[in-house]
């Protein structure tokens, strides 16, 4: 009977492996091997695909008159600086004794790619291969991944979305960037007085650095307007409160011109003779006094973007920062697999949540998660959750939502001040869905003023339920101070105290953050601040939770975005803007944030058999030859220059470089 031979992503992945399994086995240079099993690794990528010039050396130099560059067949080669342990790698996979290869990197797109190339640059080598999937590293996890490991050709669809992805990223960087550099590249050296500028493309880069542009844009043009509201005190005895006032249909201002919006006028002339005409009233009364109640729930958990959007608001990192720490706590077994867009479990693991609970009861270094954990099991509130919004199979693809293992008491004790911080966010987030719900009080009063309305609207919370536990995410007004309204009836008449006028103005729309980048990129450009809407509505977004970190720092690297290091807000260079006006001009759709989505639900949909790879493989190749042959025949060259120096205009004198 011959090895099984098991193949991981990192070395320190393999050692856990070795340490979980207990296998006692001899460590040689870049594999350790023991009776029955071998272990050995990869580093990351090691095998890229090749640049144009090793199709011809004659693509070494740009030219135009070459482009498209759409190969036939593409062309890999092992990344230099890890040769050594690929050949180590390669040499395992096609030893005689190995039967059987247990595939056990990163269960996801890339980990997919990173393993398969390897197998294809070793030959493909004729074994039983099978694929490890699981959702921590845990031992229990490890052991459940190697006992109901699937033949790896189950994942060919996830493998063959794995190489659209990196072909269709290599042809339009190669064809885009080549084509836009050797047509305007020199109009933007001489604009930036620079020596040489190359106009760097990418399907999902170009798209982030639209949104930023464009909404950098909007607020530059952003022109404030001021508003008046009027408001009114009433009393009853000893208590008082404000009403405001609203042109609702019966009001003389219902609808007029005069109105900036229903609560607020254009001019403060105009709000002074509402309050004018209504000073002769002594009394108002008391239309309508209508009692509600809300019930509000724990958000859903974390996937891996609302805790990169999380961390930026709360530490001001940056989603790269969040993704390395959160990939230690990962390999420390604390949490689950983090690259993930789930924000619910599945059933299966929610049938077997008691274990990871009763675990967390054992936390001693940090009371409050372990005395949560206690109270959650005590009043049985699991008991629930497999029918809760928590819990969804149909909204899981790869891995459920980023949630604690409850192993690894010890390994936190040893963790920084920050990778405890992150860790603590995430078990409280998962605590607080067992919790009740938080219970408000909501009470709306309409007064009425000589036919005009006026409105007060108050929210108590009574019972705080999982507010409790997320005392951060309270943003409720607890104050108790108008219960008296309560005792407040229809018919009711009330005196009429100090009219004010207040004066609002509106504001421009927010700059992105690293963080709510990374949110807008998961809803397709769409930066939606309410939470339950932006699950409801989420589809195919811009890039993979596992890249978008990496895109945004990448465009901070080649200085299209500068990102301010103590709030994470992003802004364009004036590099940045000029790519954008060359891209804009020419091929434009590449910055439109729903057509680049559509390419990442085309993906998926290969990845779910719902299309054929060669479907996908045609658009693609269509799309580049077209923007090409479109983009070569253009002759607005003098409209760009103007357009550039515009941008060069805004941003002041530039320092030749």
Known sequence: ??????????????????KLLKVNGKKSDGYVEGQESIFTWCVGHMVTMCYPEAYDIKFKKWNLAELPFLPKEYKYDVIPNVKKQFDTVSRLLNRDDVDV??????????????????DQMAGTPNKVKKRVWIDSQTEEEIKRGIKEAKPLD?????AASAYLRAKEDFLLGINFSRLLTLMYGRKISEV????????????????????VVNREREIRNFTKTSFYKVNVELKKEENAFDAEWKAVEGSRYYESPLL???????????AEELVTSLKPAELALIDEVKKTKETKYAPLLFNLAELQNECTKRFKISPDETLGVIQKLYEKKLLTYPRTDARVISSAVAKEIGKTLNKLTKFSYNPSISENAMKIMKNNWTKDIVKSKYVDDSKITDHYAIIPTGEGEGAVRTLGKLEREIFELVVTRFLSIFFPPAKYSKLSITA??????????????????????LKNDSKEDDDNS???????????????????????????????????????????????????????????????????AEIIKKLININYLTVNSKTQILT????GEMIYEVISSSIPSLLNPILTASWEKGLKMVYEKEIEPSNFMGKLEDYTRNNIVRVKSQNNINLLYRKLLNVKNTYGPVEAK
């Open 192 to 211: 930036l007085s620079e020596n040489h500028v190359v106009i760097a493309v990418g399907r999902v880069m170009s798209c982030v650095l639209g949104i």
């Open 101 to 118: 290869i247990y595939v056990c990197t990163d269960s996801g797109r890339e980990g997919e790619y990173i393993y398969r190339l390897v």
């Open 154 to 158: 189950q994942y060919d669809s996830l």
């Open 1 to 18: 009977m011959g090895k099984a031979l098991f193949v991981t992503e990192k070395p320190s992945v393999a050692m856990e492996f070795i």
């Open 482 to 548: 108008y219960l008296w309204l309560n005792e407040l009836r229809k018919g009711n008449k009330l005196k009429i105290g100090q009219f004010t006028i207040k004066e609002g103005e509106t504001s421009p729309p927010k700059r992105y953050t690293s963080g709510s980048m990374v949110i807008a990129m998961e809803n397709a450009g769409k930066l939606i601040e309410d939470d339950d809407l932006r699950e409801q509505i989420k589809g195919s977004g811009i890039g993979t939770s596992a890249t978008r």
């Open 448 to 469: 009425d003023i000589m036919g005009e309305k006026f409105f007060k609207s108050i929210k108590v919370c009574i019972e705080r339920g999982y507010l409790d536990i």
């Open 260 to 270: 900036y919006n229903d609560t607020g006028f254009k001019a403060r002339n105009t």
């Open 572 to 575: 364009p260079t004036i590099k």
